[in-house]
């Protein structure tokens, strides 16, 4: 754990206040959920709450079956990193931060399919395969992350039944967090 220097008294009714800087490094928007985590050295926890991420398992089962019927490699976020990835080496892409086009994406509640030619919209943080189509998931009206099939060597054009996928895909996993 790393130590800030900061230092912060809790107010009459329990609360505390998260320096901006740090809401700002961390990507800590209001309304975020927080999970709260206390340890036997009397250290209290918060950590962002991910609900994509704790149905990792399924998220990579839909990454798996979608690149299998699509073709082309599939990634899974939620609002901060890749959860999971499918026809991909999961070892760069998993736990990569989004990167500000996604973000932008996800906060506007935006959908993205490449036009002819050479897609430029990449998705998470430090790496070059663009995204292909990018779909927000909403969740009892949040969004929750973002489904993107990912650039191939067969090109980067999207066809009609990818799009079809993809948007099943994203309504599949907001459904699945709402139940």
Request: aromatic fraction near 6%; proline fraction near 4%.
């Amino acid at each position: 754990m790393k130590a800030t220097g900061i230092v912060r008294r809790i107010d009459d009714l329990g609360r505390v206040v998260i320096p901006k800087e740090i809401r700002r490094t961390m990507r800590i928007r209001e309304g975020d959920p927080l999970e709260i985590y206390t340890n036997n050295d009397g250290e209290v926890i918060f950590k962002k709450y991910s609900p994509i991420g704790e149905m990792g398992e399924s998220a990579a089962q839909v990454a798996e079956i979608m690149h299998r019927l699509a073709g082309c490699p599939v990634a899974v976020f939620d609002r901060d990193h890749v959860v999971s990835v499918s026809g991909a080496a999961k070892k760069e892409w998993n736990a990569r931060r989004v990167s500000p086009e996604l973000e932008d994406l996800m906060e506007n509640r935006r959908q993205y399919f490449a036009e002819a030619g050479r897609p430029e919209f990449l998705p998470a943080e430090g790496m070059e395969k663009s995204a292909m189509a990018c779909m927000p998931i909403i969740t009892a009206g949040d969004v929750t992350g973002a489904v993107a099939f990912l650039e191939n060597e067969n090109g980067s054009k999207i066809n009609d039944s990818q799009r079809s996928l993809i948007q099943a895909a994203s309504q599949f996993l907001g459904k699945q967090l709402e139940s």
